[in-house]
């Protein structure tokens, strides 16, 4: 009778946890700019000019000539940078579509608003 109970809690557990995984996607799919067709990357950065430009070209080879064809883009948001970093990642982004930029505080309101409880 105890395993009984217990394995009716553990159960009850995982499909209200079932349940709020898809109210969430439902809620990112319905009330965000992000569609449910692919991942999207987002990378925060900070005086990385001397490496993001590396680091967006290696992961845009993997995602345009590798397997990841299930990444949908790569948001790239600045915390401040005081080098170039913002003037590479917005070249990057002319170059290739697949690439965005926002401000760290939509990035925040877009994480916050898929959060919703």
Do not use: H, P
Not at 27 to 33: G, Q
Not at 50 to 58: A, N, Q, V
Not at 59 to 81: A, M, N, P, Q, W
């Amino acid at each position: 009778m105890e395993n009984f109970v217990i394995n009716s809690i553990l159960w009850i557990f995982a499909l209200y946890g079932l349940f709020e995984l898809i109210k969430q996607i439902i809620y990112m799919c319905t009330y965000t700019n992000m569609n449910a067709d692919g991942i999207y990357v987002i990378i925060a950065v900070k005086n990385q000019e001397e490496k993001i430009e590396g680091f967006l070209r290696s992961s845009l080879f993997r995602l345009l000539y590798g397997k990841e064809d299930y990444i949908k883009d790569i948001i790239v948001t600045d915390l401040g940078s005081t080098d170039k970093t913002k003037d590479i990642v917005n070249k990057m982004c002319d170059d290739y579509e697949c690439v965005k930029t926002i401000n760290w505080k939509e990035c925040k309101d877009i994480v916050d608003n898929i959060n919703v409880s």
